[in-house]
């Protein structure tokens, strides 16, 4: 599972005593913020809350000018 390497980090930093941890994404990465989440919480570290979702749109501007908008996701978890 590629997450696992983002779930290994969030779990080091609750293990390192932080007491809130932000998962960002943008576009089709939203899924796997998502589920990094979920396994944290569900596997991992049981009394870890959402605290925040926030969801919002970048707009991208691609090297021929064109504009373009991006979803994006930010996630707190928290003890």
């Known amino acids: 599972l590629p997450s696992m390497a983002y779930?290994?980090?969030v779990?080091?930093?609750?293990s390192d005593g932080k007491p809130e941890v932000?998962?960002?994404?943008?576009?089709?990465?939203i899924?796997?913020?998502v589920d990094v989440a979920e396994i944290?919480?569900?596997r991992f570290?049981?009394?870890a809350q959402i605290k925040n979702i926030e969801i919002g749109t970048e707009e991208r501007e691609l090297e021929d000018k064109t504009k373009l908008n991006v979803?994006?996701?930010?996630?707190t978890l928290g003890k």
């Not at 979803?71 to 996630?75: A, L, N, R, V």
């Open 22 to 29: 932000h998962i960002k994404a943008r576009g089709r990465a």
């Open 11 to 14: 779990v080091t930093q609750f």
């Open 45 to 47: 570290v049981n009394d």
């Open 40 to 42: 944290v919480r569900r």
């Open 31 to 33: 899924s796997r913020a």
């Open 71 to 75: 979803s994006t996701i930010s996630i």
């Open 7 to 9: 779930v290994l980090g």
